[in-house]
């Protein structure tokens, strides 16, 4: 999550994963450091057999997944009361 920081950014995270962060993270703007190594780093995935696509795929679904309970909630929370 931390190298998600930087200006003009929103990053969704689940409940238990912003609390862990409180606990744990550092907040720094970080988004815009290091992107030389990791262009390297997405350049040499192909050859370690790594589908860039179908991973983020599966941790897209995976995301989506996580997000949709919690804002269910937030919904029915938000709904009148009869």
Known sequence: MEALIGADTVNTVPPATLDAYRDHGQPEARLAQGTE???????QLPRLGIDLAEVT???EAAGLEQFAAPFDRLLAALAPRP
């Open 37 to 43: 190594q990791a262009r390297w780093v997405l350049e």
């Open 57 to 59: 795929r599966k941790l």
